[in-house]
C-alpha cells in the first residue's frame, strides 16, 4: 500500500501571504506510460464533505482560483496557495490514485496567523 | 449538475451490518469512466477509501475492510449501496459517497456525508 505523508500537520500564515503544503509518497505515483502523477489535493472545511482542488498532480479544477496551484513528481508533492484569504482556513488532504487501495495523507490545518 | 446524497441508519449495534444507500441525481449512474466510491471519515481524523463500483457491477475493495464490505448498484433507482457487516465502535464515522474524474480516481463530487455510531 501506498503511505501519504503531509507537511507540516499544521500551518498559520498571514492573510496575503504565501502557503505551502508538502506531500510525500512511499513509492511514485508518476505513471510512466502517461507521464501522469497520479495525486490531487483536496481542501475540507468543518463540516463539508473534501472539495476537489486539483488533480494529475497539477490541473486546477474548474472553478477553484488560481491562487491554488499544485506541482511535483515522483513522490514529492506541493500545495501553494500563493495569497492566503479568510476563505482558504480549512484542511487540505492529499490522495494518491495510482494503486488501491487508494490513500490519502494525514490532512494539515491551515489557519490564520 | 451531478448531486449524491447519502442515506441509511445514524445507529448500528456492534455485530450488526451497517447499510448506506447514496442516491445520484443530475446525472446517469450509468456513464462509462466514473467509478462510485465510499470513503470515510473517523471522527476528527483523515479519509479511508472503502472501496469503488463501475457501472458494469465490477468492484475493488480496500483490503483492510475487504472481508466484511459488499458495494452493489441498483441502476434503475440510480442508487449505489454499501454494506458493512460485523461492525464494531471502530466502524464509526462520517459516510461519504463520491464519484470521480473519468479514467483517474481523484473524486470530483461527494455527498454531504453521513454520520453513522455503532453502539448498543
Given at each position: 500500500?501506498?503511505?501519504?505523508?503531509?507537511?507540516?500537520?499544521?500551518?498559520?500564515?498571514?492573510?496575503?501571504?504565501r502557503?505551502t503544503i508538502?506531500?510525500?509518497?512511499?513509492?511514485s505515483?508518476?505513471y510512466?506510460?502517461?507521464?501522469?502523477?497520479?495525486?490531487?489535493?483536496?481542501q475540507?472545511?468543518?463540516?463539508?464533505?473534501?472539495?476537489?482542488l486539483?488533480?494529475?498532480?497539477?490541473?486546477?479544477e474548474?472553478g477553484?482560483p488560481?491562487?491554488f496551484?499544485?506541482?511535483?513528481?515522483?513522490?514529492d508533492?506541493?500545495?501553494?496557495?500563493?495569497?492566503?484569504?479568510?476563505?482558504?482556513?480549512?484542511?487540505?488532504?492529499?490522495?494518491?490514485?495510482?494503486s488501491?487501495?487508494?490513500?490519502?495523507?494525514?490532512?494539515?490545518?491551515?489557519?490564520?496567523? | 449538475q451531478?448531486?449524491?446524497?447519502?442515506?441509511?441508519?445514524?445507529?448500528?449495534?456492534?455485530?450488526?451490518?451497517?447499510?448506506?444507500?447514496?442516491?445520484?441525481?443530475?446525472?446517469?449512474?450509468?456513464?462509462?469512466?466514473?467509478?462510485?466510491?465510499?470513503?470515510?471519515?473517523?471522527?476528527?481524523?483523515?479519509?479511508e477509501?472503502?472501496?469503488?463500483?463501475?457501472y458494469?457491477?465490477?468492484?475493488?475493495?480496500?483490503?483492510?475492510?475487504k472481508?466484511?464490505v459488499?458495494?452493489?448498484?441498483?441502476?434503475?433507482?440510480?442508487q449505489?449501496?454499501l454494506?458493512?457487516?460485523?461492525?464494531?465502535?471502530?466502524?464509526?464515522?462520517?459516510?461519504?459517497?463520491?464519484?470521480?474524474?473519468?479514467?483517474?480516481?481523484?473524486?470530483?463530487?461527494?455527498?454531504?456525508?453521513?454520520?453513522?455510531?455503532?453502539?448498543?
Open positions: 500500500d501506498i503511505v501519504m505523508t503531509q507537511s507540516p500537520d499544521s500551518l498559520a500564515v498571514s492573510l496575503g501571504e502557503a508538502n506531500c510525500k509518497s512511499s513509492q505515483v508518476l510512466s506510460s502517461n507521464n501522469k502523477n497520479y495525486l490531487a489535493w483536496y475540507q472545511k468543518p463540516g463539508q464533505p473534501p472539495k476537489l486539483i488533480y494529475w498532480a497539477s490541473f486546477r474548474s477553484v488560481d491562487r496551484s499544485g506541482s511535483g513528481s515522483g513522490t508533492f506541493t500545495l501553494t496557495i500563493s495569497s492566503l484569504q479568510a476563505e482558504d482556513v480549512a484542511v487540505y488532504y492529499c490522495q494518491q490514485y495510482y488501491t487501495p487508494y490513500s490519502f495523507g494525514q490532512g494539515t490545518k491551515l489557519e490564520i496567523k | 451531478v448531486q449524491l446524497l447519502e442515506s441509511g441508519p445514524g445507529l448500528v449495534k456492534p455485530s450488526q451490518t451497517l447499510s448506506l444507500t447514496c442516491t445520484v441525481s443530475g446525472g446517469s449512474i450509468s456513464s462509462e469512466g466514473h467509478y462510485w466510491s465510499w470513503i470515510r471519515q473517523h471522527p476528527g481524523k483523515g479519509l477509501w472503502i472501496g469503488y463500483i463501475y458494469s457491477g465490477s468492484t475493488h475493495y480496500n483490503p483492510s475492510l472481508s466484511r459488499t458495494i452493489s448498484l441498483d441502476t434503475s433507482k440510480s449505489f449501496s454494506k458493512l457487516n460485523s461492525v464494531t465502535a471502530a466502524d464509526t464515522a462520517v459516510y461519504y459517497c463520491a464519484r470521480d474524474i473519468p479514467y483517474s480516481s481523484a473524486f470530483d463530487i461527494w455527498g454531504q456525508g453521513t454520520m453513522v455510531t455503532v453502539s448498543s
